[in-house]
């Protein structure tokens, strides 16, 4: 058997033989469904006969051992085992399979560039939780400094690619549905929330869920809230939904503002309403950032002074 020279430091790669392999219907069970159970099974489904399969093939087999062990490959003559292509309603070929876990997760038709496959095979790998993470810290990262730094075009656009990688990223998906919010697309923004795992824990999703909320609870009027305050500035009812109001169009500093005039006019008004609600604007706004920090000193200050 002839090795492959893996790189410096990691011992020798993984023989070709052992990553890419001949399928057949009656093995399909056990060299896709269980082996993809301990890394992600890529499935070629091809014939003789096809001219794009004979362009595809030799590029998947070069990404695959580009990976390093990461990935295997199965090629499956659709001719001699046709059970299997029909129960994953294959229509044309060259049609590809990715199985992570013992179930396909994503899949493409037809020849595709060399960068596809590899952006193909960079998903499954980050699916499988077996890759470095590395392109996929990275585009977080650039699309919260985008978002940061106002390019919310910028931010979404990363964070979709993020999505790409690992569809249930809480991050991600975090990251999106905030854009979304600050174009003013609630629900979007509601339906991303929704793809996240039932039982994710992340702060910045529970900010995007807080903002959800005061967006729902927002009263649709603020010219009547002004009014009344304009006529009886004493109306905290009033301030206080309009800081709803305010929050809810996303306005949050603004809401704050509000919030604070309660609250430096009588801390303990309507059992802290006026506190609770500045709370949830902060969790709206991301416990980490400026505004929240901010807020937090200058409501500790009020409260222990």
């Known amino acids: 058997m002839s090795i492959l020279l893996g790189e410096a430091g990691q011992g020798p790669a993984p023989d070709a033989k052992d990553l890419i392999k001949e399928g057949a219907d009656k093995s399909f069970i056990a060299d896709v469904v269980e082996a993809s159970r301990v890394q992600p099974v890529i499935v070629d489904f091809w014939a003789t006969w096809c001219g794009p399969c004979r362009q595809l093939t030799p590029a998947l087999e070069k990404a695959v051992l580009a990976a390093k062990g990461k990935v295997r490959l199965v090629k499956i003559d659709v001719d001699k085992?046709?059970?299997?292509?029909?129960?994953?309603?294959?229509?044309?070929?060259?049609?590809?399979?990715?199985?992570?876990?013992?179930?396909p997760?994503?899949?493409?038709?037809?020849a595709v560039p060399e960068s596809q496959i590899k952006t193909f095979i960079d998903k499954l790998i980050a699916q499988s939780g077996g890759g470095d993470g590395g392109a996929l810290d990275e585009l977080l990262a650039m699309a919260a400094e985008s978002f940061k730094l106002g390019d919310t075009g910028g931010a979404a656009q990363a964070y979709a690619e993020a999505l790409q990688y690992d569809p249930?990223?809480?991050?991600?998906?975090?990251?999106?549905?905030?854009?979304?919010?600050?174009?003013?697309?609630?629900?979007?923004?509601?339906?991303?929330?929704?793809?996240?795992?039932?039982?994710?824990?992340?702060?910045?999703?529970?900010?995007?869920?807080?903002?959800?909320?005061?967006?729902a609870e927002?009263?649709?009027?603020?010219?009547?809230?002004?009014?009344a305050l304009a006529a009886n500035p004493g109306d905290h009812a009033a301030r206080l939904e309009l800081a709803k109001a305010l929050a809810g169009h996303g306005r949050l500093e603004q809401a704050t503002d509000e919030l604070f005039?309660?609250?430096?006019?009588?801390?303990?008004?309507?059992?802290?309403?006026?506190?609770?609600?500045?709370?949830?604007?902060?969790?709206?706004?991301?416990?980490?950032?400026?505004?929240?920090?901010?807020?937090?000193?200058r409501l500790s200050s009020l409260i222990y002074s």
């Open 168 to 215: 249930q990223n809480v991050k991600a998906i975090a990251g999106l549905a905030r854009c979304y919010l600050a174009g003013g697309d609630t629900e979007r923004a509601a339906e991303l929330v929704e793809m996240a795992p039932p039982d994710a824990k992340d702060a910045d999703l529970d900010g995007v869920r807080a903002a959800l909320k005061l967006a």
């Open 261 to 297: 005039r309660i609250i430096e006019a009588d801390r303990d008004w309507n059992e802290g309403a006026a506190r609770a609600q500045l709370l949830t604007v902060f969790e709206a706004a991301g416990l980490g950032s400026e505004l929240a920090r901010n807020g937090r000193r």
């Open 81 to 103: 085992n046709p059970q299997i292509a029909g129960q994953l309603r294959v229509q044309s070929i060259p049609t590809v399979y990715g199985f992570v876990d013992g179930r």
């Open 105 to 110: 997760v994503d899949a493409f038709m037809g």
């Open 218 to 227: 927002a009263p649709d009027d603020l010219a009547q809230f002004e009014r």
